[in-house]
């Protein structure tokens, strides 16, 4: 019997702290000048990759940047399509308006019009309930087209509560024209970061709140 429960706290513990993962909370932020975080997702052309994270944005913190690990064991060639999927909880204590990527390095690019967003299990709607900002790539050839960064902003109701689950799928490439290809071991660079409302837009929110709320009063 010990020996059965010391087996499932030692899983317990690698599925924890494995890479794919991530159970302690992160904190993240903008400030270029604070320290970042880094975290490695291992995975491969057949089964791409996942991650399972808890974020809390600070201001104070760095950018959160990723590494996505080809072991497949081969190389992955150029222009081929690799499926990231991301499962993020927001464990702070402020509603995230926009989240942020971008690709690092120039050796991979997000395939253009590839990009699903899910809010607790529901697909959001693109155009309603978020707007999606590209960066295009100045590459030319079959490069041309697709994106360097994506900027997510959030409509309300759909802004990323407290402890909302928000899910990005996306798929990641590596160029064309470079010369290589998405080698064993070689890794994809991103960096990632939420945004919550400005104070000040805070502010003119609850005052404009206030105002209709003042205007139903009188009204009734």
Do not use: C
């Amino acid at each position: 019997m010990r020996t059965t429960f010391l087996i499932f706290v030692l899983v317990a513990v690698a599925a924890m702290f494995g890479p794919q993962a991530l159970a302690l909370t992160i904190s993240v932020g903008n400030d270029p000048g604070a320290t970042a975080t880094d975290s490695l997702v291992d995975g491969d052309q057949a089964n791409g990759f996942e991650l399972n994270a808890t974020v809390d944005f600070d201001p104070q913190a760095g950018f959160w940047f990723k590494s996505f690990r080809n072991t497949g064991g081969s190389p992955i060639a150029s222009g081929v399509d690799v499926q990231i999927v991301e499962n993020i909880t927001n464990e702070g204590n402020e509603s995230w308006t926009d989240w942020h990527e971008e690709i690092l390095g120039g050796g991979f690019l997000f395939r253009q019009n590839m990009v699903d967003v899910y809010l607790n299990g529901t697909l959001l709607v693109e155009g309603t309930d978020y707007s999606l900002v590209a960066t295009p790539t100045l590459l030319g050839g079959l490069n041309a087209g697709n994106w360097e960064a994506i900027d997510l902003f959030f409509n309300a109701p759909n802004l990323v509560d407290p402890s909302d689950v928000l899910r990005i799928e996306k798929k990641v490439f590596e160029v064309f024209l470079d010369g290589n290809v998405w080698q064993p071991n070689e890794i994809a660079h991103i960096r990632q970061y939420p945004t919550v409302p400005e104070p000040s837009a805070m502010l003119l929110a609850l005052i404009a709140l206030a105002g209709v709320a003042g205007l139903r009063r009188a009204g009734a």
